[in-house]
């Protein structure tokens, strides 16, 4: 499966500011997403992040908090705008290659923010 | 109702011993199904997917029931590394499609010595 690094893998912010992170991916691959996953919850799906196109925001995401670049099929950025506590989670880059594969995940970044 | 449901657990089990939980879904039209395993503070990896004639991967044993709309996961002589957040994920959509993917909140196993 393709190896997928993201980076930064944990920062700490002060509320008001943002965090870009970055997913590179070892081979090109068809859909590349952005998932939250909060402590003790499950994952959410933020966005799929289209090459050379705007991102598929799903429901209570919007591109003004969360934009997301995605400019080759190797590589997509997710920037956390005007951060709050509450977006204190982990960031999760994924990946799927084919219609019935299943998903592998990047190492995640560890966001908090105070 | 949650598309997927997962007993949380934790399930506390012997070192040696055997441990099955299920995963519910209530899409009829689910078309792939995966148990992921997920280590405290680290991503979810793929674990196994799960076909239709039920499966297994070395101790690991995973069952499809379409009728009654579950998965279910069986690790056989669990050793004190399979300690770990269980997540069931089940994708719908036609086969012609990427369909989409949703998660269980997952199962904790915890293998005591």
């Known amino acids: 499966s393709a190896v997928i690094s993201q980076k930064p893998s944990r920062d700490i912010c002060q509320r008001g500011t943002s965090l870009t992170i970055q997913c590179q991916v070892d081979s090109q691959v068809t859909m590349m997403f952005w998932y939250r996953q909060q402590p003790g919850q499950s994952l959410t799906l933020i966005a799929t992040?289209?090459?050379?196109?705007?991102?598929?925001?799903e429901s209570g995401f919007v591109i003004d908090k969360f934009p997301i670049s995605r400019p080759n099929l190797t590589f997509s950025t997710l920037t956390v705008s005007n951060m709050s506590p509450e977006d204190s989670s982990i960031y999760l880059c994924?990946?799927?290659?084919?219609?019935?594969?299943?998903?592998?995940f990047g190492n995640g970044t560890r966001l908090t923010v105070t | 109702r949650k598309e997927v449901e997962q007993d949380p657990g934790p399930f506390n089990v012997p070192e040696g011993a055997t441990v099955a939980f299920n995963c519910t879904y209530s899409n009829s039209a689910s078309q792939s199904f995966f148990w992921y395993r997920q280590d405290c503070r680290k991503e979810p990896k793929l674990l196994m997917s799960v076909y239709s004639s039920g499966n297994e991967d070395g101790r690991f044993t995973a069952q499809l029931n379409r009728a009654s709309q579950y998965i279910s996961l069986l690790i056989r002589d669990s050793k004190l590394s399979d300690s770990a957040t269980y997540l069931c994920?089940?994708?719908?959509?036609?086969?012609?499609?990427?369909?989409?993917?949703?998660f269980g909140a997952g199962t904790q196993v915890v293998v005591t010595p």
């Open positions: 994924s990946v799927r290659d084919r219609l019935n594969s299943p998903l592998h």
């Open positions: 992040a289209n090459q050379g196109s705007e991102a598929t925001y």
């Open positions: 994920v089940v994708r719908s959509g036609t086969t012609d499609s990427w369909g989409k993917l949703q």
